[in-house]
């Protein structure tokens, strides 16, 4: 049976702005407070879907979620009407206003954890939301993601779902920005890798310094219960908190796998060594390609600015080699481009590389793996799926229309404070649910 990888990216939403919010994230802090420009944004982040999808991939489609969130400033004494509640915030708590502004959903590598049917024990497609719970403003993320990946993934004979684990910094999850998946073919079995930051129950001999390490160890091991993962397909590393402190927050930031290849920056783990033998022993026979970038031709500043890494690995239907999809900036960066050039010729696995323009995105800290969410599906499985979550180029067209009608141009720190911006959102969000035929599906709706 036919099996596939589907890439569901995020949908940038309306209120895209730069609030500076994660930190640890070095292109967040340096462009904070900047003006941003939410129509190009979510134009770039179609314009990316359907360039994916014309490689002859299944790209799928994941909703923005209703912001400003303005349950989380109810729940947090803030009481009055939306305008009220909103003009509150601002005056007293602008930190508060921006994080329930926080466009950062789009960024689904950070949504959930998927173990596709091939690997968990019970035949079923396991996802568990993360709940980023080491930044405020993406910790009230996990209900509505867990709430959308339920409605797209609903056939509880082929999926099964599971909350996110307790919040909390001993169980810090952040979803499959930290997760890799090795196979030889997307529906048949395969090793599964794990990364962290630290340990939250046991000494940690290798800390961040600067920066927060927001994976836990914990939070690996229990996703790997939950979704059922025997012991001898899973592998878990640790990365190196020297990454960590040059800005690499997640390790989608010094590496990406896809199928039986591994992208990755020399100094990306603690002891690569180990996690390479372990990795290679639990696949098995066939060889597993480690493709290391060494420090002397791209340095940890320039993986981390030109987001060498946080490519998407793709490998396209009926063609030998994988295609690496990079951002512009991996172009423009003089040390990145050249060994880039060089990869061509080194014989390995990755035959093609490409770059998309997704600079809004980029500028607050994502790029292109940071924008989707990878699930492994047989035939069976992806006719399971909600259609109406899988881009079509009348779909593409009909988004890019609605994005056209309801994004304003530019926003700037200010016009958060501004309750239209808020209704604006409502009225975008309150169309984009009769588009995906979901009925009363954000809070303020019913």
Not at 142 to 163: K, M, N, P, W, Y
Request: net charge negative; glycine share 6%; charged share 20%.
């Amino acid at each position: 049976m036919n099996s596939y990888e589907v890439n569901f990216d995020g949908l940038i939403g309306p209120t895209h702005n730069y609030g500076g919010l994660s930190h640890g994230n070095v292109a967040s802090k340096s462009n904070a407070l900047k003006i941003s420009y939410p129509k190009q944004a979510a134009l770039q982040g179609l314009e990316k879907m359907q360039f994916i999808r014309s490689l002859g991939l299944p790209q799928g489609v994941l909703l923005p979620h209703q912001r400003p969130h303005l349950p989380t400033l109810r729940a947090l004494g803030f009481a009055g009407s939306d305008k009220k509640i909103i003009q509150q915030a601002s005056n007293s708590a602008p930190e508060l206003l921006a994080s329930c502004y926080s466009a950062s959903c789009m960024w689904t590598a950070n949504a959930a954890t998927v173990s596709p049917s091939a690997d968990s024990a019970d035949g079923k497609v396991h996802f568990t939301a993360a709940n980023l719970s080491s930044m405020f403003h993406r910790s009230i993320e996990h209900q509505g993601t867990a709430q959308l990946l339920r409605r797209i993934f609903a056939d509880s004979s082929v999926f099964e779902h599971h909350d996110a684990l307790p919040s909390g910094s001993h169980f810090g999850d952040e979803g499959a920005a930290n997760h890799n998946r090795f196979a030889m073919n997307y529906g048949e079995r395969g090793v599964q890798l794990f990364v962290f930051g630290r340990y939250a129950f046991r000494e940690n001999k290798h800390v961040a310094a600067k920066f927060p390490s927001r994976q836990t160890y914990e939070a690996s091991l229990a996703i790997s219960r939950l979704h059922q993962l025997p012991s001898d397909s899973v592998v878990f590393a640790q990365q190196n908190p020297k990454i960590i402190d040059a800005g690499a927050f997640h390790n989608d930031v010094v590496s990406v796998a896809n199928l039986n290849t591994f992208f990755m920056h020399e100094e990306a783990f603690v002891d690569k060594t180990r996690m390479q033998a372990e990795l290679q022993e639990k696949f098995g026979d066939e060889e597993l390609h480690f493709i290391e970038v060494p420090t002397d031709q791209v340095s940890l500043d320039a993986a981390v600015k030109s987001y060498l890494f946080n490519s998407q690995l793709i490998k396209r239907p009926n063609q030998d080699g994988l295609v690496l999809i990079l951002p512009e900036e991996s172009r423009e960066n003089e040390h990145v481009f050249a060994y880039l050039e060089s990869l061509k010729s080194l014989g390995t696995p990755i035959k093609d590389v490409r770059f998309v323009d997704v600079r809004q995105s980029m500028q607050n800290g994502g790029g292109p793996a940071c924008l989707r969410l990878r699930v492994a599906l047989t035939q069976s499985e992806l006719d399971a799926v909600n259609s109406d979550f899988l881009l079509t180029d009348e779909l593409f067209s009909t988004l890019s229309a609605w994005v056209e009608r309801h994004y304003r141009d530019e926003v700037s720190p200010e016009d958060l404070a501004d309750p239209a911006l808020a209704e604006e959102s409502f009225s975008a969000l309150d169309e984009l649910t009769q588009i995906f035929k979901l009925g009363a599906f954000y809070e303020f709706q019913k």
